[in-house]
């Protein structure tokens, strides 16, 4: 069912003036409140298994129609023992300290005023995301666990799908006593709900996250007109420095691209210096090409390992997300600071050294929003940081960079007491 | 002198290269020796004085055959006493303790890894402002105190003057061994070059900052592409509660209103309670209008003081930045706070009372940058804070709100450090 634009535009409007009514119910709640909002979303999402898995049935049935890949047929499916992670993650959402209200910081100033830094929430979240319907759930509790009204868009494939849990996690939040308002989802396929949302619902709509592929992103971020958190790429890189341990070189290295290739955290570059390159390429590589991993290297590594494909510019600027594996010899650790400056995305970037003061340089001088030393990049994310949950890692610079948790989505607001003053 | 559009282009994206090579060269800098470029450019203000007078002079010149008001040309004058506080100011920023490098939390995760939120320089900072020549050394030393490179564009009355400033700053960092680069003044009146600035400059400019009145403003959150960190209007209420201390509630609201009038600290409306304002608003009134406030009243005020003007929907919305008060009685502290809700720009709040619980509420669930309890609106400043300068309130929600000191125009990143870990 197709909406007029002008119909949509009202539908739109009148989703972020209750979302913001809600955002301002929710802020005369407690954290006690909001946990209890949680569990009832959860117990919600278990009751309705049986509506959602049957609204899920139809997704995949016309997923098979428009013929979509095995890939994104997986990732579309809902099964009783996806449903019970999905619960079971809004249920560990709900133990998760609640940032709201908490204390970051306290003075007192000459003129005797008390001043605190408080967290507060951000408002409205705009949440725009492609084919898991798992996020529906994930992305709900994380804003509801920060005081947030969200509004939801679905990507298409998964409409019917988001719709089923939606409803199921609204009529856990009022059946606990807290507005169902605080989570609308988008209930219609049109493209143009976005630019809606993009624009800012006249003022009700605080922020933007996109969560999904390089295109969806960039449209977000090149068309938004309120602020984006946004995840873009990551183009991860480790430089092997000549102190690093080449057994601690080997596991991470295998471990940074084969754990899992196709999450953000891979690693999708290595760096070795010369010096060590002759001895540890090798050993490096030969575990990883058993393990079928493609490798790709520049002249020089060539001349240790004949056998690479040819590297050309473009594999230095690609996020492969598969068994792939770029491989330049640096000079230095200056040489592979200079690589990563020119290709990095700001993501997780990583040294491997025994030497402190190398390891100290790269931390300090490295621009990404993860830098680490003698570990995997696959730790780049919400849960292995000890956040509990997150909703993406952040490659900008504002607000919030690397896992965005439930208190990435919060602001802060100054809390002043005194006892009468006027300024002079 | 006229740029044609495309050499401006050139022009402006060679401005972005030169000022990231500079952000870069500047993470290689140490607080001691950005502290030692701050004195330096404060001592270049100092002997390059006379070409600086000269430079405003013309512009002072050009702003009378203009014909601007004298309020205009009273805060485009500079004169030997406002060049010796400008170089103090950057004298007392170089003071000021250095944000960048510092750890903001540090704890360890079950894998073994040490995970450290360290303050980064954002990179660029672009900052638009209009005409008070003295942005130009205000902004660009809290731009390098926290380790960022700027880029500046003034208003085009005061461009003689800002280029001077710029030039005299620029030398003093190369004499201390810092990238001039790091701080460079759009030289040329094109309106065009600002429409640059808001695209980005191809990934060269990390947010925009602009400084002046609500149009300029606006047309920034607008059009840019660019993170904004922007003050748009301070619309402050101060609500007398009905247990307010009746002095504090008269010696506020008058220092609130009356010590600046053209401040975005100033207060615009007061509320005040039912019950109390029979008693308390003709005695707050008073002074107000002996120092030649104007006041204007909502129906239930006048029935109280019969010779206020009527205050129209029109006011409510006001900022004035004049002698011109708001007044309407509401019926308690929801009333109050609904008010503020629909008419509030997030900027300072304040509340009169006696009675703690009253007090905490407000500040609870008002939203606004700054909450005050008993004390009045005019403190909302970066120096007032403790912060020693600031670039402005923000009144955004997203990464900086309120006072916008050197800690504000900082990031952080994650550093992570390990010992051989690979993710299982």
Partial sequence: MQTSETSLADLMLDMGKRARAASLRLSHQTAKDRSRGLLAMADALETSQGEILKSNALDMQQAKQKQLSDAMLDRLLLTPERMRAMSDAVRMIAGLPDPVGQTIANWTVPSGLDISRVRTPLGVIGIIYESRPNVTADASALCLRSGNAAILRAGSESLNSA??????????LEGAGLPADALQLVGTPEREAVGHMLTGLDGNL????PRGGKGLVERVQNDARVP????????????????????????????AKMRRTGVCGAMETLLINE????RVLPVIAAPLREAGCELRGDAQAKELMADLI????????????????????????????????RYGTGHTEAIVTENTSTAERFLNEVDAAIALHNASTQFADGGEFGMGAEIGIATGRIHARGPVGAEQLTTFKYVVRGTGQTRP
């Fill in 275 to 278: 010096a060590i390159a002759p």
């Fill in 310 to 341: 040819s590297a050309t510019e473009e594999d230095w600027r690609t996020e492969y997300l598969a068994p792939i594996l770029s491989i330049k010899v640096v000079k230095n650790l200056d040489g592979a600071l200079a690589h990563i400056a």
């Fill in 206 to 209: 605080d922020v933007v996250v």
């Fill in 163 to 172: 719709l089923a849990i939606a409803t199921a996690l609204r009529s856990g």
């Fill in 228 to 255: 984006v958190i946004g995840h873009l790429e990551g183009l991860c890189h480790i430089y092997i420095d000549t102190d690093a341990d080449p057994q601690k070189a080997v596991d991470i290295a295998f471990n």
